[in-house]
């Protein structure tokens, strides 16, 4: 039911419709009044003070939390370099909205160190990633400890679903 204000969005923003759909889902099936037990809500599952610095208040409003959600897509797609293949950055960004943007620096630097490559998520960066949920990983990263299985799980869930949604927007 969101899919002309996620395609209003996105395109404004410059991301697949299809892929917020999939992170959507992810985050919230598609319900806006649900909660985190972190306290994020809304349609994108935001914090409110993320919310609040990106100007936003009523995440329980599907069009507020949808807007607030891709211009914070938008924001992490800074902290990653341009000259990534576009699907590359993606991924991290995906992967720093589920964990932070320090907690995927971390995992790139440590990728490196384990001779993976720090530009590849698949196979590589979320190694690392899901390493960083070890105390001997995380007490050297800068970021520490995350949760990184779950960030590896996230990422795989979403290109699960936007494999689907690609599949049905497109009539295959």
């Given amino acids: 039911p969101y899919d002309d204000l996620i395609k209003t969005y996105a ?80 991924n991290f960004i995906l992967a720093a909205y589920n964990a932070g943007q320090g907690h995927v620096r971390d995992a790139r630097i440590l990728a490196r160190e384990l001779g993976l490559n720090p530009d590849r998520w698949f196979d590589h960066v979320e190694k690392a990633m899901g390493l960083l949920s070890k105390r001997e990983y ?20 979403i290109h699960k679903h936007y494999r689907g949604y690609t599949a049905v927007a497109s009539g295959v």
Avoid: C
């Fill in 138 to 157: 995380a007490r050297r990263a800068r970021f520490g400890y995350v949760r990184g299985n779950e960030t590896v799980k996230y990422l795989r869930e």
């Fill in 11 to 90: 395109a404004q923003y410059d991301f697949d419709w299809r892929l917020i759909v999939a992170l959507m889902f992810k985050e919230s099936r598609f319900d806006p009044e649900v909660r985190s037990f972190a306290g994020a809500r809304g349609l994108m599952q935001m914090l409110p003070r993320t919310a609040r610095a990106l100007g936003f208040e009523e995440l329980t409003d599907p069009e507020t939390s949808i807007h607030a959600g891709i211009k914070y897509l938008d924001r992490l797609r800074r902290y990653f370099e341009p000259e990534l293949p576009v699907h590359e950055r993606m």
